[in-house]
């Protein structure tokens, strides 16, 4: 909201150093020029800021491959199965389904790595979907944070 006052500040002085330079003195005072700048400021940046937010983004995965977290995947489901039915929105690459280390015995989650291209596609087509019983939570994973 800060930043709006501002460019709304700055609006305003435009307006009013427009109207210094190019109108005559006798036309209209410098601080009503002011005073019409802001109130035009008030009525247009807010506009502006609501077509900005409301335009697409860029997609949020890059060009090259992207890394999926899915969780919620059946204990006893495979790679093979895991690739399968993601590929049939785009290229994976892999998939590494995580297990415990003691017992050897998979956590119900695990990363698939795609196409970047295809990466939006498959977090709205498959997340909160039914897959071998389960329903699947689709989602960007997150950079390893070194510590």
């Known amino acids: 909201m800060k930043s709006l006052s501002f460019l709304n500040v700055v609006f305003a002085l435009a307006i009013a150093v427009i109207a210094y330079f190019a109108l005559p003195d006798d036309f209209i005072p410098v601080q009503l020029a002011f005073i019409f700048g802001l109130l035009?400021?008030?009525?247009?940046?807010?506009?502006?800021?609501?077509?900005?937010?409301?335009?697409?983004?860029?997609s949020l995965v890059s060009k090259g491959t992207t890394t999926l977290y899915v969780g919620n995947l059946p204990y006893k489901v495979n790679e093979q199965a895991v690739s399968?039915?993601?590929?049939?929105?785009?290229?994976?690459?892999?998939?590494?389904?995580?297990?415990?280390?003691?017992?050897?015995?998979?956590?119900?989650?695990?990363?698939?790595?795609?196409?970047?291209?295809?990466?939006?596609?498959?977090?709205?087509?498959?997340?909160?979907?039914?897959?071998?019983?389960?329903?699947?939570?689709?989602?960007?994973?997150?950079?390893?944070?070194?510590?």
């Open 40 to 58: 035009i400021g008030a009525a247009v940046i807010p506009q502006l800021s609501k077509i900005i937010a409301d335009t697409p983004k860029e």
């Open 84 to 147: 399968d039915h993601f590929s049939v929105y785009g290229k994976v690459d892999s998939v590494r389904l995580m297990k415990d280390r003691r017992t050897g015995k998979r956590k119900g989650y695990g990363f698939v790595e795609v196409d970047g291209k295809s990466a939006d596609k498959m977090i709205k087509k498959l997340n909160d979907t039914e897959f071998q019983e389960r329903t699947l939570k689709v989602r960007l994973a997150k950079e390893k944070t070194e510590e």
